[in-house]
């Protein structure tokens, strides 16, 4: 089981090792897309790693709606609890 | 080059229209004849979609040879003999709606990432299914799906720019290629495209054929270098060799008309 404080530093730590974005601008409210300028083949290759930090597998469907850094943590959240289950 | 209509203009006119014909029955052809009948021979799924290959790739190259007898087209492959290695991701400029036939014909055994709504046209699908070609959407299953092509020793065609070239637009490469190139490419080799005068271009319909008999000029560049790549996280690793790609063609290539 994964805390939301454990899936956001793997959000964070892969941030940082992916895209050098900057540890102090990954704020909950930060845009993926506009803030760090992330594209499609960005959130794959963001979306690998997750997968490979949790274990499971990311299907991008349930990535449809993320926009900052928080959606991201609670769609994590919301499949590892369902997937669990 | 002179506007006025030369080479048989009428003769290439009513051959472009012959050639569509031509393409779309081979396509029923092979999927509703030829497909089904090598399916009931033994072997398992990996075999059958070897032959599906061989079959596609000799329907290419007739079609080709075929209409260059016709006298529609004329074309010099150069260095084809290079493609067709393990693991090898081949990539292309895209000037004209047949590049992708010329590449088959050329490649044994190629895997090719084609427009996913190949899967929904009746003259197509058949063909795309039997020879397990890679739909290019989803961006997320396409990536997958090629890369695991690669690293299982396929020959994998891709273009760069998605669809044919705007002639005399920029040139943008999106980053799918090169993205899957630093996944799972044992080697890159670059194809180099021109086609004088333009035809089939995405700018254009069908039926406005050039004045002149187009040429395919066609050539199989140095490989362009991966293997420095590893190691550097992919989103890196992928822009840098989409710079890379970009800037081959740029030199090879400067103009997209």
Not at chain 1, 79 to 84: G, I, M, R, V
Request: with cysteine.
């Amino acid at each position: 089981m994964h805390t939301k404080d454990e899936l956001l530093s793997h959000v964070r730590e892969s941030l940082i090792e992916l895209f050098e974005i900057d540890p102090e601008r990954i704020t909950l409210e930060a845009r993926l897309d506009r803030d760090f300028e992330l594209d499609s083949i960005d959130a794959i290759d963001l979306m690998e790693r997750l997968r490979r930090l949790t274990g499971r597998k990311v299907p991008a469907e349930s990535f449809r709606s993320v926009r900052t850094v928080g959606d991201l943590v609670d769609a994590l959240h919301r499949l590892l609890e369902t997937s669990t289950a | 080059v002179s506007l006025a209509r030369q080479d048989a203009y009428y003769w290439r006119f009513a051959g472009t229209a012959f050639s569509f014909t031509l393409f779309g029955l081979f396509g029923l052809l092979l999927g509703i004849v030829v497909l089904p009948g090598l399916a009931l021979l033994p072997g398992g799924g990996g075999a059958r979609c070897r032959r599906a290959r061989t079959i596609v790739r000799r329907c290419f190259r007739a079609f080709i040879e075929i209409t260059r007898s016709l006298g529609f087209q004329s074309y010099r492959f150069e260095g084809a003999a290079r493609l067709g290695q393990p693991g090898q991701l081949v990539v292309a400029n895209h000037p004209s709606l047949i590049d992708v036939v010329f590449l088959i014909a050329f490649t044994p055994q190629a895997n090719c990432v084609v427009k996913a709504a190949m899967w929904r046209n009746p003259f197509t699908r058949w063909v795309a299914t039997a020879a397990r070609y890679i739909p290019n959407a989803p961006t997320d299953r396409m990536i997958e799906l090629a890369a695991a092509a690669l690293a299982a020793g396929e020959t994998l065609i891709v273009f760069p720019e998605g669809t044919r070239t705007r002639p005399g637009e920029p040139r943008v490469f999106h980053r799918g290629a090169a993205s899957i190139a630093v996944r799972a490419a044992a080697r890159l080799t670059p194809v180099l495209i021109q086609v004088s005068p333009t035809t089939l271009t995405k700018a254009e319909p069908w039926y406005r054929i050039p004045p002149q008999r187009p040429h395919f000029a066609l050539r199989v560049g140095e490989d362009v270098a991966v293997a420095d790549l590893a190691g550097i996280p992919p989103p890196r690793a992928s822009r840098e060799l989409n710079s890379r790609l970009l800037a081959y063609y740029a030199a090879q290539l400067p103009s997209t008309d």
